[in-house]
């Protein structure tokens, strides 16, 4: 079996012999610097080090993995690409470890400047070097991981196409979590934390936690490649990434509170819709939603076609459908605590789901994302704002989730509402099929 | 080799093709016309499983399009009306890579890439980068790339669009050869003439739906008939009466000076028929087969469908 040819692709865009041999003279040149102007001391070559890889890997990196995709698109190659007999995997590891090679092999430099400054200098500063260079380099993949699988995702929604503005938007996403992750390798290596009832130093937790979500962001990515070359996927893998989410944040939240604290599971539970509801509207946001492929899940629907059903379900539903069950389970089980606050946030969230959905729902439904998020902003904060302003504090229960029985009352009338708008403008936009063409042509 | 069977693909509020049945033998080279907007590009797409349609089935030598997407890729070579290179790559890097990703093992790569390069005449550019070439020579490429691992069916939206008189001569050249070596090809383009060159069918498509299958020469696909014309000295009356008792003689149209009617039967049918019309006193000065101009037949079907509407 021969070479990734995605792979090879990338080596022969990416590592020619000149790059090769400068851009380790480059960073030679670099440390040398430091070395001479630090006064022969490595505590600088050290902290540049790992500086350039985090720099190389999470921002140009990610930069590269971005770019991996969307230049397919911008350069008209990207329908070659789906018509080719690479699998879903192979296209996705050869874009993700191709386009970044050259990346790696800068880091393998740094890395070594690295460790040599480690083995002869002083380092009392940095008290875990082995763990912080591994932060740093799982984190740089985790930011290229992110946004190879931003990039995929923004492709599949299709729409307008800006590539230098896509790029800089998807590198920063990964760059921003990749600098967040780092940012625990220089807090204290005794600080300690319990994730349920293990108990575990920050550093590593956090190590672990990037290693685990590289990894479902590589899963992610092969994923809506797989769409993207007409794999038939169904929603099941996403539906495990929501469990793990809500095992992971629940972990967190029981273990930073008192075992003896009232209301432990309670607020466990408000912790994991927290991070269930964020999921919930990125996917909702970012999930192309073609009234055509509506209609279809409705036939599957009606016909009790499973297979149809499980491939054409949306994200962003499976979460929803995941947060609906979870307060269920949690009013049944602790005897309807928080119920109001818990349903009234389910039903707004529902609220918002048919507004985005009227607005994409339009004959010209161009940038209707956009416009859903400036009406949700009004709805969820300058409204309840004004109000809260105008001494009417009462009024906020009409606009968010509170544990109260005026906010479900809100939430259900508001959510009908909606649903009624887009109800009418379903039926007379995409109620059935359209009518074939009658334009000359 | 392609069977399209009642397909449809709606686009949000556009029902982009209706209901569209067609097919296509295997070695022939389906001309694909139709106005703008009518539904050509789409229904290429839907027969390189790139898109998912609403209803309806496309079968590439006997596999479902949409239910083996990856399958169908295999068998078949696509080129998009606007299409893009690897242009920091060499000529045979992008071969290279387009040979490689449809499955061609590393050691029959250079073979394959050889032969690409000889039959779309671009051996002497091998080295050259893609983003330097001429429009044509790009276009060339891309062709190489689309044929490299020789696929059962090649489809080409607007493959002539922007290349020169000359360029778009020896594509027809290489169309032909390719069908010559049993590949199926269906060839979107509003240039008519070029496509007469080397079309032996001609899918007329209209508001997402077929008006016309036929062969360029008027044959009806699957049918063996085909229209021919006698001329005459002199007219003469019985000349449609003639025609009309003669067996496999039908749609029979006098003209001055002579007739033009359909002839089911082979040649020696013909030989046959000339003979009875000399032996009746005819008068024949000319009998041959009627190859009507693919541009007025185009524009005659469509005036018809759009009258008819």
Same mark, same amino acid.
């Given at each position: ?18 790059r090769l041999i400068v851009a380790p003279l480059a960073l030679a040149a670099i440390f040398v610097l430091v070395y001479v102007a630090d006064k022969h001391r490595t505590d600088g070559v050290a902290y540049m080090a790992l500086t350039g890889i985090g720099l190389l890997g999470a921002l140009w990196g990610g930069r590269l993995a971005s770019d991996s995709v969307l230049s397919e698109i911008h ?52 008290? $875990? ?263 009417? $504090? ?45 334009? $000359?042509? | ?309």
């Amino acid at each position: 079996m021969g070479l990734n040819p995605e792979f090879r692709r990338n080596i022969w865009r990416e590592m020619t012999l000149h790059r090769l041999i400068v851009a380790p003279l480059a960073l030679a040149a670099i440390f040398v610097l430091v070395y001479v102007a630090d006064k022969h001391r490595t505590d600088g070559v050290a902290y540049m080090a790992l500086t350039g890889i985090g720099l190389l890997g999470a921002l140009w990196g990610g930069r590269l993995a971005s770019d991996s995709v969307l230049s397919e698109i911008h350069n008209k190659t990207w329908d070659s690409q789906r018509m080719s007999a690479l699998s879903p995997w192979t296209l996705t590891w050869g874009k993700l470890f191709g386009s970044t090679l050259f990346v790696w092999y800068c880091a393998v430099f740094c890395a070594a400047a690295y460790g040599m400054a480690m083995l002869t200098g002083d380092f009392s500063k940095i008290k $875990e070097p082995e763990m912080l260079l591994a932060l740093v380099l799982v984190s740089s993949f985790l930011a290229q991981a992110v946004a190879l699988f931003s990039s995929l995702v923004s492709v599949r929604k299709g729409g307008s196409f800006m590539l230098a503005q896509e790029k800089t938007a998807y590198t920063l996403l990964g760059a921003l979590t990749a600098f967040a992750v780092i940012s625990f390798g220089y807090a204290d290596v005794n600080w300690k934390m319990h994730w349920y009832s293990y108990e575990l130093r920050v550093i590593e937790f956090t190590f672990i936690s990037a290693v685990i979500f590289s990894a479902w962001a590589v899963i992610g990515s092969y994923r809506v490649m797989a769409e993207e070359l007409q794999v038939k996927n169904t929603f099941f893998v996403w539906f495990i990434f929501n469990l793990f989410i809500v095992v992971y944040v629940f972990g967190i939240a029981v273990g930073a509170m008192p075992l003896l604290e009232q209301d432990i599971i309670t607020k466990s539970f408000i912790a994991a819709f927290a991070v269930l509801g964020v999921i919930f509207y990125a996917a909702l946001f970012s999930e192309r939603k073609n009234p055509v492929a509506f209609r279809s899940m409705g036939k599957a629907l009606k016909a009790v076609d499973l297979d149809g059903l499980f491939t054409l379900v949306p994200c962003w539903m499976v979460t929803f459908c995941l947060i609906a069950a979870l307060v269920i389970v949690h009013s049944v089980v602790m005897g309807g605590e928080k119920a109001f606050l818990f349903f009234s946030g389910l039903f707004f969230a529902l609220r918002d789901t048919f507004i985005v959905l009227y607005l994409n729902f339009s004959k010209n439904p161009k940038r209707a994302d956009a416009a859903a998020v400036v009406y949700l902003l009004l709805i969820a904060f300058v409204l309840p704002l004004i109000l809260y302003t105008a001494g009417i $504090e009462e009024a906020r229960a009409f606009f968010w989730a509170a544990d109260s029985p005026y906010a479900l009352a809100a939430g259900v009338l508001e959510a009908a509402a909606a649903f009624v708008l887009l109800k009418v403008r379903w039926r007379k936009n995409y109620g059935s099929v359209a009518a074939p063409i009658e334009q $000359e042509g | 080799m392609i069977e399209v069977d009642s397909l449809s693909f709606e686009y949000p509020g556009v029902l982009a093709l209706d209901n569209v049945s067609l097919s296509i033998e295997k070695g022939s080279i389906a001309a694909l016309v139709g106005p703008n907007g009518a539904g050509k590009t789409t229904l290429l797409r839907c027969m390189a499983a790139l898109e998912h349609p609403i209803a309806g089935t496309v079968k590439i030598g006997g596999v479902d399009a949409h239910e083996d997407p990856r399958v169908c890729h295999k068998k078949i070579g696509y080129l998009r009306d606007i299409f893009g290179l690897y242009d920091d790559l060499s000529v045979e890097r992008c071969i290279t890579y387009a040979a490689a990703s449809h499955g061609i093992a590393d050691a029959a790569l250079p073979e394959a890439v050889k032969k690409a390069a000889a039959r779309l005449r671009i051996d002497n550019h091998l080295l050259a980068k893609a983003g330097v070439l001429s429009r044509g020579l790009r276009q060339r490429v891309a062709i190489a790339q689309a044929v490299v691992h020789e696929p059962a069916v090649l489809i080409l939206d607007e493959p002539a669009s922007g290349l020169d008189p000359e360029a778009r001569h020896t594509l027809s050249g290489l169309f032909l050869e390719l069908s010559g070596q049993g590949m199926t090809l269906i060839v979107s383009s509003h240039i008519l003439t070029e496509l007469e060159e080397y079309s032996t069918h001609m899918i007329i498509l209209d508001k997402g739906r077929v008006v016309s299958s036929s062969g360029v020469s008027g044959k009806a696909v699957g049918d063996e008939g085909a229209y021919f014309t006698v001329e005459l000295i002199a007219p003469h009356a019985a000349l449609e009466n003639f025609l009309l008792s003669v067996d496999g003689v039908s749609n029979v149209s006098v003209k001055p000076g002579g007739a033009v009617f359909m002839l089911r039967g082979d040649a020696s049918t013909q030989a046959e028929l000339l003979k009875r019309l000399v032996g009746q006193g005819f008068g024949v000065k000319g009998f041959y087969e009627t190859r009507e101009n693919m541009h007025e037949s185009y524009l005659k079907k469509i005036k018809e469908t759009r009258g008819g509407a």
